[in-house]
Structures are given as structure tokens and as C-alpha cells.
């Protein structure tokens, strides 16, 4: 194998084969999507996550530092991998912090994982003079494929390191408007006999919201830092201050929940079922319709869904969360969401509350520490 590294460009060569990598650029736009949208991840529910309309509409999000990195085979994009570098809190301080996402495999290139040892090397060599902190990574439970290669500790691959599980629960939002303002009415009652009342943020409150988004999220390893200027820029993807309610305790801000519909440049696309989900899907879809709930989606369509992030709870106040939930279900409900999405740490102490409150539909991911073996 010979290889050569040019002006962010690695060619190699081994006998007649020729793979080029390259970081992506607005040419690759089509290319990108057409990868992502025939590669689905395979799983009980087979899903593709789609940039539709354009890739790059959903890049520098709150001004991270964003860069996608493919691999083409005789003019053909055959491998890709995004990292997004952020500050995000470790221990209770700001670090840089790369978070590794979309790696996509084609079909047309399946088994080929020297594809993706010399896409890592590229990266690593791109990011030699000022690499993050800290890199992590998440991968589906059930894409035992990918997780027996990432866990195998190859040669020439970095080390993946598990952190902790993830649990990503979809709360069906109700189509009946009076059970909704029923849930809304009993949740902000509930609220209130905590002493917290709730209204929609303005511009107003961007400085303090992000003060106590901050100081949330302080508490928790990974999670993002906040300044009044990066929940601005959130507005050019979807996000404005309106989508935000505010937890008020008095005159002060004391958590907040946002709802933050992605779908203008971020789809989950259903490509599929498999097992039980396949043959009890009618069945599932005639219960639904009878309760008033969302249905199981037909494959090719996307999943109508919106985060329920940033979410911030006053601390100490865990069991709150079902009622600050409840609250947001009116405003999906408006924007024709069918499902609240929102993850948690799979031994959270709140989501066996969460499990008993709503018929929730979850996804577990195992999340990764990357680091290459001689890094500190």
C-alpha cells in the first residue's frame, strides 16, 4: 500500500484499487445524501438519518467546529464520517470535545474495513497540530456489526472505549385536543404547587437562560456549554427563543425545555421492520388508532418527531420531569409532531418514572471514548 497526504487529501493505492479521501466540500452535497439515504442502519427498526434538503444546512450548528470526511473509490463515494468539535463540559470544566457521527459504509464496499482504517488515519492526521480533548462516539445495541469491529481493537484503528448506555425514549404525542389540554392544565398545576410557574421565552431571557443552561449542564459529563450567543445562532437551524419554556421560580429562571423540530434539515427516515415489530405492526396501528395515538410509520416515511432539548429540571427535582413533558405536549401537537424524542443515560434514576408515566417507544445506543493508543 502506498499512500500520500496533500493540501487535506489522502490517495492510496493497493494493487489496481485507488481510494481517495478528502474532507467534503459543497460539490459532495448530493453524493452525501445519496449515501445516507441508501445505507440504512439495520436494527428491529431498519432507519436512515437523511440531509434532505441539503447536507450542509444542518453543519456549524451554534458554531461548532464541523467537518465531514469521504472516501471515494473509482469516483464513487463509498465511505464517509462526520466530527463535530464543541466545548463541552468533562468534570465540570469546558474542553473541546469531538463528538464522531454519521459514518456511513456502502453497500457497494461492505466488508471493506481497511476503507475505514485509512479514513481514521486521515483524520487523525488532519487534526495532528490541535486535536480535541476528548473524542466520543455513539453506535445502536443492536448494529452488532459495527460493535464487534469498533471493540476489536484492530491495528490502525483507534480505541473504543465504553462510557455508558444511552436510552432515547419517543413519547407518542396525543392527537385529542382535550386530553392534551387536560395533560397541559393538570401539569401546570403540578408545577405550580412546587412553586415554579411556566411562560415562552424572549429575547429578554437568552442571558440568564443560558446562565442556567450552563450551570445544568456543569453537572453532567459531555454535555455542551452554553453561552447567550450560541442559543442565538440556534435560531438559523430551527431553534428561536419562542420554542423555549421557562421555568420560573419567582423573577428567576430555574430550568427550561425547549422543543426543537429538525426536520428542515435533519430527517429519520423508516426503511423497514423486522421480527415482532413486522408482523404485529397492523395490529399495533389499529390500537393506535383507537387510542388517539401516533401510528407505526410505513416504511419510507419519516418519523414525525421533535427533541424535547435543551431540557434543564431545577435540581434536586428529577420527578418533575413527567409534568414539564406533559406541558410541551400541546406545543408538539401544534407543529404536527407525532413523537417527543429525548435521551437519557441508561441508569438514570427518572426513567423508570418516565416508563410508568408514557407509553413510550425507546432505542438504546452504547456511547464510546475514542482515543488513539499513544495519546495521553
Known sequence: MAGTIIESQLSVTTGRESVRFATASGRDDEAIRRLL????????????FEREPGYFLGAQIAD?????????ENGRLVCMGRSVVRECHVNGEPRRTGYLSDLRLDASARGRFD???????????????????????????????SLRFLERGLPGMPVYEPLAGITTLAIPVPRDERKLARLEERALAHLKSWGLSVIPATEKHIGPLAECLDAHASRHNLAAAWTADKIR??????LAPGDFQLLMEGVQIAGCAALWDQRGFKQTVIR???????????WLNLLADCSGMPRLPRPGSALAHGFLSPLAIPNGRGHLVPHVIESMLPFAA??????????????????????SRFRCREYSNRLFRVR???AE
Do not use: K, M, Q
Open 37 to 48: 439515504r441508501e445505507n440504512p442502519l439495520r436494527g428491529a427498526v431498519s432507519l436512515t
Open 64 to 72: 461548532a467546529d464541523d467537518e465531514t470526511i469521504l472516501a471515494h
Open 115 to 145: 476503507i475505514l482504517r485509512r479514513g481514521y488515519r486521515f483524520f487523525r492526521e488532519l487534526h495532528r497540530g490541535n486535536p480535541p480533548d476528548i473524542c466520543f462516539t455513539s453506535v445502536t445495541s443492536d448494529n452488532v456489526r
Open 233 to 238: 445562532l440556534l435560531h438559523a437551524h430551527g
Open 272 to 282: 423497514g421492520y423486522r421480527g415482532a415489530i413486522a408482523w404485529s405492526r397492523p
Open 334 to 355: 401544534r407543529r404536527g409532531l407525532d413523537f417527543l424524542t429525548l435521551g437519557f443515560a441508561a441508569d438514570d434514576a427518572r426513567l423508570p418514572l418516565l416508563r
Open 372 to 374: 488513539w493508543r499513544d
